[in-house]
Every structure is written in structure tokens, then in C-alpha cells.
């Protein structure tokens, strides 16, 4: 049985950003688990499942959550199990300033040249945000899981870009700006954890198996091949606008 010594310390929140759901996830107890004394709020899963001694099937050492060896390990197993995999048109944003072709003597379309590079933020999660801990943690323990779709993300950069530069025209009359809508992936899924049953000793309590669930909901762009060695670009769909002078 892995070590481990449970704490009972206050849990940092960690802020998440404003387009992600927000609210407190639900979690679930699985059977058999503790009792309602026992019960988690989702931050201290998520601090279990950080400190837990296998993450994804992957051994974990104390110094990859930032803790001494005295520390020991809060749980014996912690795995994502992914629920639902989705892609849809994040928010349309104006991304260029305005080109006028409102001369009073104007009889032609202007020609101009739109030029813009958007940054889109990488992923980020209900309890899961970039480079959390030292070796990325519990967010780049989900890479494995967004390989398997075509849209993968960079777990390690905070955000993507998007850029464009067009020759458009701009007829008389009008003016012109262009907007940028990125496309946007969505993951769900839970963050199960584990404690083995304990059987205790002459001085310590036995203690029966235990599991726990947060929910997690992970955002991020959708990301274009690339040419090896260059960094890809954030998907989406670019519009020119027209609008009267």
C-alpha cells in the first residue's frame, strides 16, 4: 500500500476563468467509501488526486507535486475518465480597426490590407489550470486523453494564435472591420479517486476502502497542423463586416 498521511489543511482555491462553468462541481461517493463524516468538497479531491501516489497509471514521486518525501502520498490511485468530447464556435470578437471608404468623391471600392493576430487562451479546467505543479500536474496528465481526437492541444503554452493578413475591398459607402469566431473543444469527464482499505495495526484504526469523484469540465482552442518545429495555430472562421458610413 502506497504511504500516505492526510492532512487537514485549508485548500487553496485555484480561479478559473470567466468562460468556463462556473459553480462547485458535484461530487459523488462510490460505494464502498466513507461515511458522511468523511465526506470531500471537490478542492480537497483535487488536492488527493495531485498528491496521489498513481496518477493515470503513472507513478508519481513526492517531488512532482512540490512535496517532500516526509509528505507522503493522500491517495493510492487517481485517474481521469473522460465523459464527453465536443467542439463548437467560441465568441465572435472585432479583431481590426475600421476601414472607411466614405470620401464624399469616392466612386471606387478602396483597396486595404486587414491584418490581425488574435491570442486564444489555452486550456483550462474547473480544478485544472497550465502548468500546475512541476511537471504540469493535473493538467498535463489529460494530454494523453486529448491525443485520441484530431484537435489536440499543447498542454504546456497558455495560449494560441490566430492570424491573418488579406487584401480586401471596401465599397464605397461602407465601412469595413473584420471579426474572428474561434472554434472551441470542450472535455468532461470525472477525476476518480482511490484509497485502499487499511488494515490497520496496534496503534492505528483500521479504515475501509475509499473513492471519491469531482467532475471536470477542460476548455481550450482547437489547433491546426503544423510543420514540424512551429508552434500551430488556433482554428476558427474570419468575417468582414460592412456597415454603413
Known amino acids: 500500500m502506497a504511504k500516505r498521511r492526510l492532512k487537514n489543511k485549508k485548500v487553496r482555491y485555484i480561479a478559473i476563468g470567466a468562460s468556463l462553468v462556473t459553480g462547485a462541481a458535484t461530487v459523488t461517493i462510490l460505494l464502498p467509501s466513507a461515511n458522511a463524516a468523511d465526506a470531500k468538497t471537490p478542492d480537497q479531491i483535487m488536492r488527493m488526486c495531485e498528491r496521489t501516489s498513481v496518477l493515470n497509471g503513472k507513478q508519481q514521486t513526492t517531488r512532482d507535486f512540490g512535496a517532500s518525501f516526509g509528505d507522503g502520498f493522500e491517495s493510492d490511485t487517481c485517474d481521469f475518465v473522460e465523459t464527453n468530447f465536443e467542439t463548437f464556435d467560441g465568441p465572435t470578437e472585432k479583431v481590426t480597426v475600421d476601414f472607411p471608404n466614405c470620401e464624399p468623391n469616392a466612386t471606387e471600392p478602396s483597396k486595404v490590407t486587414t491584418e490581425y493576430s488574435k491570442a486564444v487562451a489555452q486550456g483550462q479546467g474547473k480544478y485544472t489550470v497550465t502548468q500546475q505543479g512541476a511537471l504540469g500536474g493535473l493538467f498535463g496528465a489529460l494530454g494523453g486523453s486529448w491525443v485520441k481526437h484530431t484537435a489536440t492541444l499543447d498542454m504546456t503554452i497558455e495560449s494560441a494564435t490566430a492570424s491573418e493578413s488579406e487584401q480586401r475591398e471596401v465599397p464605397v459607402g461602407k465601412v469595413m472591420h473584420v471579426t474572428f469566431t474561434p472554434k472551441v473543444q470542450r472535455m468532461t469527464g470525472e477525476w476518480r479517486v482511490h484509497l485502499d482499505a487499511d488494515p490497520g495495526s496496534f496503534a492505528v484504526n ?40
Open 206 to 245: 483500521p479504515t475501509p476502502e475509499q473513492n471519491f469523484v469531482a467532475e471536470e469540465v477542460v476548455e481550450g482552442p482547437v489547433i491546426l497542423e503544423s510543420a514540424a518545429g512551429t508552434p500551430g495555430l488556433a482554428d476558427g472562421t474570419s468575417k468582414a463586416v460592412l456597415e454603413d458610413c
